[in-house]
């Protein structure tokens, strides 16, 4: 893959008291949209790997990108706007 240029969501958290109300998905979704309207064409998250792809998300490394530290590849995740 040639060089493009990815957007990083991170990191995000909701308090546990508002926790599973569809608030986490809300700013993730918010964010794809902002980082769309900016032109990026990826979105990477470095997180927990039963969360994030609900939202889209997948390992990083099929798409080509690779994790600037060591990690384990189900928690480095990306997803393409195209």
């Known amino acids: ?7 990083a969501l991170a990191p995000l958290s909701v308090l546990p008291q508002y926790q599973n109300q569809g608030i986490g998905q ?5 964010g794809h949209e902002t980082a769309q309207k900016l032109g990026y064409k990826f979105s990477v998250v470095w997180g927990h790997a039963e969360y994030y792809p ?18 384990a590849k189900e928690n480095f995740m990306a997803i393409c706007f195209d």
């Open 1 to 7: 893959m040639g060089e493009t240029t990815v957007l």
């Open 26 to 30: 809300a700013l993730i979704k918010k």
């Open 54 to 71: 609900k939202t889209g998300y997948i390992p990083a490394d099929r798409y080509g990108i690779k994790a600037p530290f060591e990690t």
